[in-house]
């Protein structure tokens, strides 16, 4: 496992800024620690995070459906 080995220091901290929307060196080191903890490829990681983007929002929709809300529940008892 490789760790990220660049220090800051105050004298060059501008120039350390980069135009990427994540630090690559962090990026590459969560990277190599997730291969050799988990051991997958890139695209079992790739079909993994699909299905949970996918899973996620159709249990919450079935669970919100499953489970009516307090307010509703109290409107039925009244009647």
Known sequence: ????TKI?????????HHTE???PTLAAWINDL???LLGW???TFVVVLGIAIV???IWLIISAMR????????ENDAD
Do not use: F, N
């Not at 800051?8 to 350390?16: C, F, L, T």
């Open 21 to 23: 929307s994540v630090d």
């Open 67 to 74: 489970h009516p809300d307090l307010g509703e529940e109290a």
């Open 34 to 36: 997730l291969k050799d």
């Open 55 to 57: 899973v996620i929002p």
């Open 8 to 16: 800051p220091d105050d004298s060059v901290s501008v120039q350390m």
């Open 1 to 4: 496992m490789r760790l990220p």
């Open 41 to 43: 490829g890139p695209w």
